[in-house]
């Protein structure tokens, strides 16, 4: 019961502005019991009055009152009905918008432990649970408490005696609710989290599938699905099994209610102490009862699995994002790109390792600073902290002097541009793959961006050109060609500052010069940091920092490190000179990567 108090507390605001809507639905539901209750009475009076004495002159006046009264009644229902789903929509509209909005706050490192599949079942289906409650809970459980008393009162008013004789077999209708209510959410929890399984299933398995089939795994992923597949079957049909049981029971218990007020009836009718009419208006008001009090005893059903789905949801309500926005950011200036890494220190949430120790650093406008080092030495970890997917836990970091923690989270990433080691793509064409970096850039812009990470000419090689339609995991462009679209989306955001994480790594030498030299042209007055392993780069370079497990070694010019002898002397080792001298491509030449 305390679970049901917290979740209507978390979520009952959601109904705000709405509120009033659930008034007019309850007064539409109060209303049509009302005329139903009017009609049967009127039934009963046609029975009397004119079925039983064959009169017709008796027929028309209740004839005519039942007809005005049915009317008011489907309209009345039918208002009330369709507000209701409206509201209800509305408000599993706003609590999904709500979770959303959260979810897309919320650090790498959640989704890496969250299945996609399962977040995408706990803004579907638990989401729904909870309207289930909160909307149609409420007014289902308010109209079900209306139609049971007036129904209950109209037939003591017909006969008390019979009635209570009647009321007494209710209780075993809560019984039988409270016994199955238990069981059943139990099975609707199980299936709901079957239910995530297979989606993350499906989508792991149908993202993987190179992996899946180049290794020969289809049997394994076969099987990995069967099995998600079988938790789900038997936790159906367990539930399934325990609603129909519970169904039959209650049919069995209305049966016997039945009998016992035809019994009833004969010997009252025998006895001459009721009418046909009084006892068939009886025996309706009787049937009448069974469905709200019915849905009172599924009450139970209803809450406990919207409570397991506010139980999912709140998990993720309650994950903290890694970083909000300050209460009062600084206002916004123009920016220069003066990068400062002060004594920075951080550790992944959950890892015991620091991932970076005590790192310092600065950039200016103009410089290009690569970051170098071996792989898993803390340098993506480096670009996240700059654009702050994270915080440092000591040091500070800062932008024109500016600690990153003082500004809005908007105002930062509008600044800071990370083209990221994994290769992001929309879900769009290519113009719209670039354009996203910064909207409302216009055809231009786009072309000449394009043009600088030297993607025009493949582009334009396309039969559609920058029309053509590509999607995450697409295969119709080669990984070099995907990585020089997220380049010219990187270009034409043209933030002062630039962190490219791996920009070459699927670009052989020659283009990979051929990205660097306009990159540097772009970035004049800007502030690049580039990530790379490919030194082939670093004689372009201001600066060049060594990190080697989360520290920083060395820093200088490639020939003052070079001429050390150190860690990067050791990793520049294999430099080959001739890369410069390599002759221009006649067309494009690159590494095919899947
Ligand atoms: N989400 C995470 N949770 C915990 N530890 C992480 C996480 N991401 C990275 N790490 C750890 O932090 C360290 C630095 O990772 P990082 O991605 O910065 O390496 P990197 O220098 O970019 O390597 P590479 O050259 O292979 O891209 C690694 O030891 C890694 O295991
Ligand atoms: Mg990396």
């Not at 008393?149 to 019979?162: E, Q, T």
């Not at 597949?229 to 069995?252: K, P, T």
């Not at 993506?380 to 932008?399: C, E, H, M, N, W």
Request: aromatic share 8%.
């Amino acid at each position: 019961m305390r679970e049901v108090r917290q979740a209507f507390r978390r979520f009952w605001p959601l109904t705000r502005g709405d509120r009033r809507w659930l008034v007019v639905i309850i007064a539409c539901v109060v209303v049509s019991a009302l005329a139903e209750t009017a009609s049967i009475l009127l039934f009963a009076q046609l029975t009397d009055n004119a079925l039983k004495a064959g009169s017709l002159s008796a027929f028309w006046g209740p004839a005519g009152a039942w007809l005005g009264v049915a009317a008011l009644g489907a309209l009345v229902g039918y208002l009330g009905n369709s507000l209701a789903t409206w509201t209800a929509e509305r408000f599993v509209l706003r609590l999904r918008a709500k979770v959303f909005r959260h979810v897309q706050d919320l650090p790498p490192h959640f989704f890496q432990r969250h299945r996609q599949g399962d977040l995408v079942e706990r803004l579907t289906g638990d989401v729904e649970a909870i309207e289930q409650m909160v909307v149609s809970g409420v007014v289902g459980t308010v109209s079900a408490a209306f139609s049971a008393v007036f129904y209950a009162s109209a037939a003591l008013y017909l006969r008390w005696d019979l009635a209570l004789a009647t009321f007494v077999l209710a209780p075993l209708f809560l019984l039988a609710a409270r016994r199955f209510s238990g069981r059943i959410k139990a099975a609707s929890q199980d299936e709901r989290v079957a239910d995530g399984a297979i989606t993350s299933v499906v989508e792991e398995s149908l993202g993987n599938i190179v992996l899946t089939q180049a290794y020969n795994r289809r049997a394994d992923e076969e099987k990995r699905l069967e099995r998600e597949a079988r938790a789900w079957m038997s936790a159906s049909v367990r539930g399934a099994r325990l609603s129909e049981m519970y169904e039959q029971f209650v049919e069995v218990v209305e049966t016997l209610c039945v009998l016992a007020v035809i019994g009833l009836g004969v010997w009252e009718i025998s006895a001459g102490r009721m009418t046909l009419g009084q006892l068939l208006a009886f025996a309706a008001f009787i049937g009448y009862l069974y469905p709200p009090v019915r849905s009172l005893g599924g009450l139970g059903l209803t809450l406990t699995a919207a409570t397991a789905g506010a139980e999912r949801l709140n998990e993720i309500l309650d994950t903290e994002p890694a970083v909000t926005d300050p209460a009062e950011p600084v206002a916004a200036w123009p920016v220069r790109g003066w990068v400062g890494f002060h004594d920075v220190s951080f550790r992944y949430p959950g890892s015991r390792r620091a991932s970076l120790r005590d790192v310092s650093f600065g950039a200016g406008p103009g410089e290009l600073v690569i970051v170098t080092g071996s792989s898993g030495a803390g340098k993506s970890t480096l670009s996240k902290l700059l654009t702050r997917f994270y915080d440092p836990a000591q040091g500070v970091i800062t932008l024109d002097g500016v600690p990153l923690t003082d500004m809005s989270l908007r105002f930062l990433r509008e600044n800071v541009a990370l083209l990221p080691q994994e290769t992001l793509i929309l879900n769009g064409t290519i113009r719209e793959n670039i354009a996203c970096g910064r909207p409302g850039a216009s055809e231009q812009e786009i072309e000449r961006a394009a043009r600088e990470a030297a993607a025009h000419n493949f582009i334009t090689a396309l039969p559609d050109g920058y029309d053509t339609a590509i999607a995450p995991g697409t295969a119709a462009l080669s990984g070099g060609q995907l990585q020089r679209i997220a380049i010219a989306r990187a270009m034409l955001r043209a933030a002062p500052v630039l962190v490219l994480d791996e920009p070459t790594a699927g670009l052989d030498a020659v283009a990979a010069r051929q990205v660097v030299q306009p990159l540097r042209k772009l970035m004049a007055g800007r502030t690049t940091i580039m990530i790379t392993h490919d030194l082939s780069l670093a004689p372009d370079a201001d600066r060049i920092l060594v990190v080697d497990r989360g520290r920083l070694v060395e820093t200088g010019t490639h020939a003052e490190l070079l001429a050390r002898g150190g860690a990067y002397a050791a990793l520049a080792e294999p430099l080959p000179d001739a890369v410069a001298d390599v002759p221009p491509p006649a067309d494009e030449t690159m590494i095919l990567r899947w």
